[in-house]
């Protein structure tokens, strides 16, 4: 099994294989230039600039890098940048996207519209951050904090086997899920405790495919195996979980935040479950947690390339991996505020900025 200690060993995994195309929507912002240039120099892919000319050659003068004017996909605006990216996708000229200066519900509006046809059918878009902890042993992901904003049941599932399938991509081949709570027992008054306990059923049942899953778990449960022990917790997860399933979007979204400002983690952000992977750093995230974002998203295209039928293998995801407990994906994910009806239920995503 892989074990990836920190993102310098990540990285390294996505070096071998030929450059892909990256679109780099809004891309005028120093941090921005200077991981696509890194990530160039290294051979991962090359770069379709897209967003205003002269402020792109400006912020390109800024960073003390050389631009070849031929990258430039002119856009007047975050909207028309959007949907250039999101074409880009759609026609195989560009594998992977990455969000520059925009923001992000401007972003996913294009991407998740169903004109695009970014959208797989069956399948739920999920957020997962995977963070570099400097006192936590391996690498750890958190979802979703950044796309589904109050997800039932039926929902977390989809999410959960989103991030199951993403870390067996990057090379965890038996992901250890905590699916969290504020309490390690089912207590009827806490419902995220009552999913979590269902989600752990459901993954011992094959509902869910990939992973080892267990919860309800606080977080001091789920990455302390001491703090396990002495609440008496006998589980395979404690202390030595890959993914953090939260309960819901704010509290995933604040635990990333506290890892980031408190802990001194680096996090990368990766947008699942369309066609191509969408790097989706937060506009004050520096040159490192973005170019983690880039070595994910080449990682799992490689995985996704292995998994294309007729080359020997099969996806560990199941034709229906949440049979319980259906809801509208629009019920599941308030509208954007200031929006006059709810979405469309086939593309009921919703998301905030990060």
């Not at 696509?36 to 003390?64: F, H, Q, S, Y």
């Not at 990939?210 to 396990?228: C, E």
């Not at 947690?289 to 020997?312: D, E, F, H, M, Y």
Request: charged content about 20%; aromatic content about 2%.
């Amino acid at each position: 099994m892989t074990s990836h200690r920190d993102f310098s060993t990540l990285e390294s995994a996505a070096d071998p294989g030929p450059p892909l195309t990256l679109a780099v929507v809004c891309a005028a912002q120093k941090e921005v230039l200077l991981a696509v240039d890194a990530a160039c120099k290294r051979g991962w892919c090359n770069a379709i600039l897209i967003g205003d000319p002269a402020e792109i050659e400006a912020e390109t003068k800024a960073a003390g890098l050389t631009l070849n004017r031929d990258q430039i996909l002119p856009a007047r605006s975050e909207e028309e940048a959007a949907r250039c990216a999101a074409g880009l996708l759609k026609n195989g000229s560009a594998q992977i996207a990455m969000k520059g200066l925009i923001h992000t519900n401007v972003l996913l509006k294009a991407l998740l519209d169903t004109k695009a046809g970014l959208r797989q059918p069956g399948v739920r878009v999920s957020h997962v951050f995977l963070a570099d902890i400097p006192a936590y042993p391996k690498l750890l992901a958190i979802t979703d904090a950044a796309v589904n904003i109050a997800p039932d049941l039926g929902a977390k599932a989809a999410i959960l086997q989103n991030a199951i399938d993403f870390m067996i991509s990057i090379g965890i081949r038996r992901p250890k899920v905590a699916v969290l709570s504020a309490v390690e027992t089912v207590n009827p008054l806490i419902a995220s405790s009552l999913d979590a306990a269902a989600l752990s059923i459901m993954a011992r049942r094959g509902q869910i495919h990939g992973g080892i899953v267990d919860g309800p778990l606080a977080f001091d449960n789920a990455i302390s195996l001491k703090a396990a022990g002495m609440k008496g917790i006998v589980s395979s997860v404690s202390g030595d979980a890959d993914i953090l399933l939260v309960p819901d979007l704010v509290s995933g979204n604040i635990l990333a935040k506290n890892l980031e400002y408190l802990a001194d983690a680096t996090i990368a952000g990766l947008v699942l479950g369309l066609i191509a992977p969408v790097v989706l750093p937060s506009r004050a995230d520096p040159v490192d947690a973005r170019l983690a974002g880039l070595a994910l998203a080449r990682l799992s295209i490689t995985a996704k390339a292995r998994k294309q039928p007729g080359k020997g293998a099969t996806s560990v995801r199941p034709s229906q991996p949440s049979r319980s407990s259906p809801q509208p994906e629009a019920l599941c994910c308030p509208p954007d505020a200031g929006e006059p009806a709810p979405p469309n239920p086939s593309t009921g995503d919703s998301h905030v900025e990060i």
